[in-house]
């Protein structure tokens, strides 16, 4: 049952890296690239989308990182899944205390009444979002040595 507790941990915060990895490198560049309100635009729609799911991702991949921590305590790797724990509870607070309040704006303009510093504001959440990325690929490769 540990071991499927483990494969199961893995596959969802590896795929939770990869969503957000795909938003810092992939989706932001792009979005950046179309004409002004296009780009705002989806970037508006994608902080609706992606703001509604991530939390349940994010609290999801905490809660079975934290059961992994318990049910293996006296396991190999024990140290490393309680680790990785610790970075994603940093991931949720990060989360709630830098990134959130920016989403909830952004996601809510439209050409007509976004702020005069809208893309200021978006480049400080790509810059928080950077430093959070980095905490859950810690996390991540912290949850496959672990499995070793």
Excluded: C
């Amino acid at each position: 049952m540990l071991n499927a507790l483990e494969v199961v941990t893995t596959v969802v915060v590896g795929l939770m890296v990869g969503v957000e990895f795909s938003v810092a490198f992939i989706m932001n560049r792009i979005l950046d690239a179309l004409p002004e309100d296009s780009g705002q635009l989806g970037h508006a729609h994608g902080g609706r989308m992606l703001g509604a799911l991530m939390p349940f991702w994010y609290i999801t991949s905490l809660v079975l990182s934290a059961i992994w921590a318990v049910a293996g305590w006296h396991h190999h790797g024990a140290g490393l899944v309680v680790t990785a724990a610790g970075l994603l509870i940093l991931s949720v607070v990060m989360s709630i205390l830098l990134l959130v309040p920016i989403n909830n704006r952004n996601k809510t303009w439209t050409p007509e009444n976004r702020p005069a510093d809208w893309k200021k504001q978006l480049h400080r959440w790509d810059r928080y979002h950077y430093i959070r990325v980095a905490v859950i690929v810690a996390a991540f490769t912290l949850l496959v040595a672990a499995l070793v």
